[in-house]
């Protein structure tokens, strides 16, 4: 079997955004950026599973500016065989992702498509449901545990209500929770060797694909910021604050 | 112009998010149809028609809708979908789910998770957990929309008397089959309409001693929120994270308990009313958004509250 993972490079999730002053989005420049944390999961679910045996390929995609490449080398370094970087040097919403994200499924025929349940930086969740309705395929979306069997994989998804399991036929594409996995750190030798590794390299422009966004981004704003509290000496001092001043009890 | 809004029930009952969503609905444009999918779910259609802001139900009985699969009901969504302008679903796992494949199948780029309606095609979303709000404007001729439910108020229930008219299923691609569900079960108010939410972290230091909160919600009548941090390391079920990558609360109040405040907890709370912070540690993040502050260890604090909470007799249920 083969899987492709979806990676995306992210601002960092310790990093304190900025938001410009003209409203035109947030601070990039100088800033950390590192891959999309349940993407992490992502690659390592897909690592693991070659390391059992059941997978024989493991394809890291990024889709973005030439930097999108670090997060493939560290996919490949924690185990994936091959890279594949579509290079994308202004933004793409989740349905033009997808749209890519098709085109190269349709090349490497993958039997699953693993991606994070989310970006931290867009929180959209669309892309890998997205992906799947336009594969006509199937979808785990949430994942917090994958049993893979011959035709079908069997998942745990972590929904509003507390946990459900769902089968689903393969090819399937599915959707990464943190609590899926523990993600490894790379070795200094595999980040050597994933240096050898294969990377292939395409230009969005070129897939013949439709790729003008729909959403127009007005401005970006700051959120209003709560005013600093108080703080009380002690237990009995909170409750006749919360009762007297703030009448919520 | 009108809405198409998908219902989210469990076949007896309405899920309280859905009115929500219908009140969102409602300020993009007043003609709000709503779509009742699943098994034997006659009840959840009346229950829909009383309520006041719905215009029409439309009711698809299907065993093929019984458990939500995306599969199913997405194809279902995207064909009843041609006569609308606005396609609308709660942001939780419901909405999140299967609202993305119904997009694509439009070739539309939906707009996720918004918090305000500025006009029909104007909305407000957070982004990077909400450390900055973005206004989008969508120009895509048909829109699908997921709203942050607790960023609106619920619709009236009842007063209404909405016509119900049957639609007939559509055909399902048989690629997905649902298992189980584990629904974690308690007599506690439900953690994202709860007034009083009360929120452990990994202070706690683990499972057993997440009873000094749940004492504290049981007398509050409150909810059971915690950290990932106490998730993960299996002190309390998956459900009552709250977060960026949890759930979005806005309650009256908010106590955080042993939590330190990382921007991925704020996400999922901030825009509480009130805001506790009970923690040890005076430089915690946690104290700079509390309206309340209290510096101690949680240990003695807890125990204490609770006896402060029996003195008074104004608790509300
Ligand atoms: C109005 C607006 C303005 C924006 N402006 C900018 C901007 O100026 N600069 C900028 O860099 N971005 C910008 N973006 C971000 C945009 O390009 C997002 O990357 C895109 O919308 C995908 O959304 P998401 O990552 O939140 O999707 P999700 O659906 O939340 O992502 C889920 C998963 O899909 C996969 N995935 C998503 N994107 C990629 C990718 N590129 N490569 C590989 N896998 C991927 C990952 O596995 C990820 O975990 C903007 C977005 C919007 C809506
Ligand atoms: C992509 C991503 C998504 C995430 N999503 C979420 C999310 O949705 N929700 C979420 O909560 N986190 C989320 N996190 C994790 C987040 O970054 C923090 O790690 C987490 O919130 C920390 O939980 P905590 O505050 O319980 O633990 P800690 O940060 O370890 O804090 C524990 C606190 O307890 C205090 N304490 C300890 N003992 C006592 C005592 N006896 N009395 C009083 N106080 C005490 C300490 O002073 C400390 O402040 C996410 C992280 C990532 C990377």
Same mark, same amino acid.
């Given at each position: +079997? #083969?899987?492709?993972?979806?990676?995306?490079?992210?601002?960092?999730?310790?990093?304190?955004?900025?938001?410009?002053?003209?409203?035109?989005?947030?601070?990039?420049?100088?800033?950390?950026?590192?891959? /999309?944390? %349940?993407?992490?999961?992502?690659?390592?679910?897909?690592?693991?599973?070659?390391?059992?045996?059941?997978? #024989?390929?493991?394809?890291?995609?990024?889709?973005?500016?030439? #930097?999108?490449?670090?997060?493939?080398?560290?996919?490949?370094?924690?185990?994936?065989?091959?890279?594949?970087?579509?290079?994308?040097?202004?933004?793409?919403?989740?349905?033009?992702?997808?749209?890519?994200?098709?085109?190269?499924?349709?090349?490497?025929?993958?039997? +699953?498509?693993?991606?994070?349940?989310?970006?931290?930086?867009?929180?959209?969740?669309?892309?890998?449901?997205?992906?799947?309705?336009?594969?006509?395929?199937?979808?785990?979306?949430?994942?917090?545990?994958?049993?893979?069997?011959?035709?079908?994989?069997?998942?745990?998804?972590?929904?509003?209500?507390?946990?459900?399991?769902?089968?689903? /036929?393969?090819?399937?594409?599915?959707?990464?929770?943190?609590?899926?996995?523990? %993600?490894?750190?790379?070795?200094?030798?595999?980040?050597?060797?994933?240096?050898?590794?294969?990377?292939?390299?395409?230009?969005?422009?070129?897939?013949?694909?439709?790729?003008? /966004?729909?959403?127009?981004?007005?401005?970006?704003?700051?959120?209003?910021?709560?005013?600093?509290?108080?703080?009380?000496?002690?237990?009995?001092?909170?409750?006749?604050?919360?009762?007297?001043?703030?009448?919520?009890? | 112009? *009108?809405?198409?809004?998908?219902?989210?029930?469990?076949? =007896?009952?309405?899920?309280?998010?859905?009115?929500?969503? !219908?009140?969102?609905?409602?300020?993009?444009?007043?003609?709000?149809?709503?779509?009742?999918?699943?098994?034997?779910?006659?009840?959840?259609?009346?229950?829909?028609?009383?309520?006041?802001?719905?215009?029409?139900?439309?009711?698809?009985?299907?065993?093929?809708?019984?458990?939500?699969?995306?599969?199913?009901?997405? &194809?279902?969504?995207?064909?009843?979908?041609?006569?609308?302008?606005?396609?609308?679903?709660?942001?939780? =796992?419901?909405?999140?789910?299967?609202?993305?494949?119904?997009?694509?199948?439009?070739?539309?780029?939906?707009?996720?998770?918004?918090?305000?309606?500025?006009?029909?095609?104007?909305?407000?979303?957070?982004?990077?957990?909400?450390?900055?709000?973005?206004?989008?404007?969508?120009?895509?001729?048909?829109?699908?929309? =997921?709203?942050?439910?607790?960023?609106?108020?619920?619709?009236?229930?009842?007063?209404?008397?909405?016509?119900?008219?049957?639609?007939? &299923?559509?055909?399902?691609?048989?690629?997905?089959?649902?298992?189980?569900?584990?629904?974690?079960?308690?007599?506690?108010?439900?953690?994202?309409?709860?007034?009083?939410?009360? *929120?452990?972290?990994?202070?706690?230091? *683990?499972?057993?001693?997440?009873?000094?909160?749940?004492?504290?919600?049981?007398?509050?009548?409150?909810?059971?929120?915690?950290?990932?941090?106490?998730?993960?390391?299996?002190?309390?079920?998956?459900?009552?994270?709250?977060?960026?990558?949890?759930?979005?609360?806005?309650?009256?109040?908010? !106590?955080?308990?042993?939590?330190?405040?990382?921007?991925?907890?704020?996400?999922?709370?901030?825009?509480?009313?009130? @805001?506790?912070? @009970?923690?040890?540690?005076?430089?915690? &993040?946690?104290?700079?958004?509390?309206?309340?502050?209290?510096?101690?260890?949680?240990?003695?604090?807890?125990?204490?509250?609770?006896?402060?909470?029996?003195?008074?007799?104004?608790?509300?249920?």
């Amino acid at each position: +079997m #083969k899987i492709l993972v979806a990676v995306k490079r992210v601002i960092d999730y310790n990093v304190q955004i900025r938001v410009k002053e003209d409203g035109s989005g947030v601070h990039t420049d100088n800033v950390k950026m590192s891959t /999309n944390p %349940p993407d992490d999961n992502a690659v390592e679910e897909s690592v693991k599973l070659k390391e059992s045996g059941k997978v #024989k390929e493991v394809v890291a995609i990024s889709i973005g500016e030439d #930097k999108a490449q670090e997060s493939i080398r560290k996919a490949l370094a924690i185990g994936a065989d091959k890279g594949i970087h579509v290079k994308a040097d202004s933004y793409i919403e989740p349905l033009g992702i997808a749209k890519i994200l098709k085109k190269i499924v349709e090349k490497e025929k993958p039997d +699953m498509v693993f991606l994070g349940k989310q970006a931290i930086d867009d929180d959209c969740n669309q892309t890998g449901q997205m992906l799947a309705a336009m594969l006509k395929w199937p979808q785990a979306t949430f994942t917090s545990k994958v049993n893979l069997k011959d035709k079908s994989v069997e998942i745990v998804r972590e929904i509003d209500e507390g946990l459900e399991t769902i089968e689903v /036929n393969l090819p399937a594409v599915v959707s990464c929770d943190l609590r899926l996995n523990e %993600p490894r750190f790379a070795s200094l030798p595999n980040i050597m060797k994933a240096k050898k590794k294969p990377m292939e390299q395409l230009n969005a422009k070129d897939l013949g694909l439709d790729l003008t /966004n729909r959403i127009q981004q007005i401005k970006v704003e700051e959120p209003p910021r709560r005013k600093a509290g108080i703080k009380v000496a002690n237990v009995a001092e909170l409750v006749s604050k919360l009762k007297n001043e703030a009448k919520v009890l | 112009m *009108s809405v198409l809004l998908i219902a989210e029930h469990d076949n =007896t009952k309405l899920k309280p998010f859905t009115l929500n969503a !219908i009140f969102a609905a409602s300020k993009i444009d007043g003609e709000v149809h709503v779509l009742v999918a699943g098994t034997n779910c006659e009840n959840v259609t009346k229950e829909v028609a009383s309520i006041p802001l719905v215009k029409k139900v439309l009711w698809c009985e299907s065993p093929n809708y019984q458990n939500y699969l995306p599969e199913n009901l997405a &194809p279902l969504v995207t064909k009843t979908a041609e006569k609308y302008d606005h396609i609308v679903a709660s942001a939780n =796992t419901f909405g999140k789910n299967f609202m993305p494949r119904v997009a694509a199948a439009l070739d539309i780029s939906q707009v996720s998770d918004i918090i305000k309606v500025s006009s029909p095609d104007t909305f407000v979303r957070p982004i990077y957990a909400g450390n900055a709000f973005a206004t989008v404007k969508s120009n895509d001729k048909k829109k699908c929309v =997921t709203i942050r439910p607790t960023s609106f108020e619920p619709a009236e229930k009842t007063g209404g008397s909405a016509q119900v008219e049957k639609i007939e &299923p559509v055909d399902v691609p048989n690629i997905s089959k649902f298992i189980k569900r584990e629904e974690t079960k308690s007599e506690r108010p439900e953690l994202g309409t709860a007034r009083i939410v009360v *929120s452990g972290g990994r202070g706690l230091e *683990s499972g057993e001693n997440f009873k000094l909160i749940t004492d504290i919600a049981d007398k509050l009548n409150a909810a059971v929120g915690a950290s990932r941090a106490a998730v993960d390391a299996g002190y309390i079920s998956n459900d009552h994270q709250v977060g960026q990558t949890g759930k979005v609360v806005v309650p009256d109040l908010y !106590i955080a308990v042993g939590i330190s405040g990382a921007i991925q907890h704020l996400a999922g709370m901030k825009e509480s009313k009130i @805001i506790v912070a @009970i923690n040890k540690d005076g430089e915690a &993040p946690i104290f700079n958004i509390a309206d309340y502050g209290l510096e101690a260890d949680l240990f003695k604090a807890l125990p204490e509250f609770l006896a402060e909470l029996n003195k008074l007799n104004t608790i509300q249920k």
